[in-house]
T-cell receptor, first 116, second 114 residues
Framework: GAGVSQTPSNKVTEKGKYVELRCDPI?????LYWYRQSLGQGPEFLIY????????DSGLPNDRFFAVRPEGSVSTLKIQRTERGDSAVYLC??????????????FGPGTRLTVL | AQTVTQSQPEMSVQEAETVTLSCTYD???????LFWYKQPPSRQMILVIR??????QNATENRFSVNFQKAAKSFSLKISDSQLGDAAMYFC???????????FGQGTRLTINP
């Protein structure tokens, strides 16, 4: 596809449930990033993949959050035992190379997660 | 650690006028990149403009330009000939050389009055 896609667009779940959020990056982009955007705030970094491996997961808030990218393309963000505080928009971005040498991150439309 | 501050939660401008959005940042690094992203209600973060810290010349993209003051750690966005489609949240962001995570400001909501 032309851009980063994320599914589902919206997800409503109950406290304690497990959720998976999917990100499909721009074709050929090797770097993939997840951010979380709480209401009225700027996005905050969660995790970064270069290829299949999580190169930096320092932004994951706790061990209920986990992300994978098994084939170096699509990534899934997994949240166990969801809490109301996990409600936010989860944004995915990709770049053709390392962002730290100036490659631009292109964002998807996000998944709005609501935990009741 | 880097921080990015946008001190204007909301701004408004008349259609066809010019508006400037403010951004300051703090980093101890000398090599970094600065960005302005636009986020309309659709939630998609759209790149507006970028600036490399090593470049003295201010970046421009059509009606969008920046005023980059490295010593003052200031990176403002000027929108000329404002259009209704410019209405959105605008986020300033910074990434230091070698790091991989963007650090964002809190955003400025821009309203365009017809």
């Amino acid at each position: 596809g032309a851009g980063v896609s994320q599914t589902p667009s919206n997800k409503v779940t109950e406290k304690g449930k497990y959720v998976e959020l999917r990100c499909d990056p721009i074709s050929g982009h090797t770097a993939l990033y997840w951010y979380r955007q709480s209401l009225g705030q700027g996005p905050e970094f969660l995790i970064y993949f270069q290829g299949t491996g999580a190169a930096d997961d320092s932004g994951l808030p706790n061990d209920r959050f986990f992300a994978v990218r098994p084939e170096g393309s699509v990534s899934t963000l997994k949240i166990q035992r969801t809490e109301r505080g996990d409600s936010a928009v989860y944004l995915c971005a990709s770049s053709s190379g390392l962002a730290g040498v100036g490659n631009t991150q292109y964002f998807g439309p996000g998944t709005r997660l609501t935990v009741l | 650690a880097q921080t990015v501050t946008q001190s204007q939660p909301e701004m408004s401008v008349q259609e066809a006028e010019t508006v400037t959005l403010s951004c300051t940042y703090d980093t101890s690094e000398s090599d970094y990149y600065l960005f302005w992203y636009k986020q309309p209600p659709s939630r998609q973060m759209i790149l507006v403009i970028r600036q490399e810290a090593y470049k003295q010349q201010n970046a421009t993209e059509n009606r969008f330009s920046v005023n980059f003051q490295k010593a003052a750690k200031s990176f403002s966005l000027k929108i000329s000939d404002s259009q209704l489609g410019d209405a959105a949240m605008y986020f300033c962001a910074c990434i230091i050389q070698g790091a991989q995570k963007l650090v964002f400001g809190q955003g400025t909501r821009l309203t365009i009055n017809p």
